[in-house]
């Protein structure tokens, strides 16, 4: 990481919390240009997928690891039987590479979370950005171990260790600590489980001016309470819903 210091005013020219459409909330299958596609239909604010990439360096949309990753490239991986191997879902549809993601996300300006599952997949998927010229558009979640690319104009977000769910008891020095942590490494914001975020969580990081993400959020209620504490996006199965609630909150003027 070169020390990036870029803020996230990219993704905050709509109400917040942004709309992050986890991926397969719609009616295809997760990680599938269907999916992709219905996230932009909807006008989620972001869509969100999974990286991981194969043994020839190719960034592609897949949330599970399979060994075939380490025999074969995309192209040989597209063909069946091969690629059913991969889950029930690739007997019907294709793997989808990254580049393809991203010049359709530049041509409509749908905005990014890639969700990157492993340190393998970093580099390659950050150069790739870089080179399609999409690093606007996107934000970083997942693995970010072992950057070796220069991420200026990339948003990377850290991802908060499952240990800070602490409740009601939480240890406000670990919060600040972790806050700290990702504001002096050059990260812009935070990613957190949602059963990690207090009042207390969302003040600390707000204080650091880290953008605050949410995961996976599909209760109603649970939503209502993280719009309250003004979280900045929140990523769920179900967008529509959120988005909802969002429109009625802008008619009552909260």
Known sequence: MTGNQIEVSFLSNNALPLVTAHTGSGQAPANTWPSFMEACSIQADIAEMDIRVTCKQEPILLHDHSILLDQHGVDELQQLPLRARLGA????????????????????????????????????????VKAVGAEHLVYITGSTEGIEVDT??????????????????????????????????????????????TPSFVEIAHAYNLFVS?????????????????????????PALLQQLKHAARVRGV
């Open 89 to 128: 879902p690739y007997t019907e549809y294709e793997l989808v590479k990254l580049e393809d993601i991203l010049h359709e996300a530049l041509r409509r300006g749908m905005r990014l979370n890639l969700d990157i599952k492993n340190g393998q997949a970093v580099n390659p998927t950050l150069s790739l």
């Open 152 to 197: 200026a104009g990339i948003s990377l977000l850290l991802n908060a260790p499952m240990t800070l769910i602490m409740g009601a008891w939480a240890d406000q020095w670990e919060i600040e600590s972790f806050c700290k942590q990702a504001r002096e490494a050059g990260y812009c914001g935070i990613n957190l489980h949602e059963a990690m975020v």
């Open 214 to 238: 949410v995961y996976t959020v599909n209760e109603e209620e649970r939503m209502r309470q993280l719009m309250a504490l003004h979280v900045d996006s929140i990523t769920t199965m179900k």
